[in-house]
């Protein structure tokens, strides 16, 4: 589509997938590191690692490596131009639905 930057569609990429939504939703109480982030889910670290790079590479976290401990912190900007374009699309769609409603009145009304 035209009208769709290539950012956006990483970060919708990026919150396709469960996981990466629930280390989003995690990275909401604050940083942390690689490995207490994949504590919950039943995959070896380097498949979890690849999540983690999906959503840095879009820009939704940032990592920073102190030692042997990556550390990985939310970043927020990039979720709203994700909710900029939902907001437009639901806006439209509002619109449509109105104007259905409007045209089935008129057809009720002659009826």
Do not use: I
Not at 14 to 33: H, K, Q, S, Y
Not at 55 to 66: A, D, N, P, T
Request: glycine share 4%; proline share 8%; hydrophobic share 40%.
């Amino acid at each position: 589509m035209p009208n769709q930057s290539p950012d956006l569609t990483r970060v919708f990429h990026a919150l396709a997938d469960p996981t990466r939504r629930a280390v989003l939703e995690r990275l909401t109480l604050g940083p942390a590191a690689m490995t207490e982030l994949a504590r919950p889910f039943p995959m070896a670290l380097p498949s979890f690692a690849q999540h983690l790079g999906v959503l840095e590479e879009c820009g939704l976290v940032r990592s920073q490596k102190q030692g042997r401990v990556r550390t990985y912190q939310l970043e927020p900007q990039p979720l709203q131009a994700a909710q900029d374009w939902l907001a437009t699309q639901r806006t439209s769609w509002e619109r449509r639905l109105d104007q259905l409603d409007d045209y089935l009145n008129q057809l009720k009304e002659q009826a």
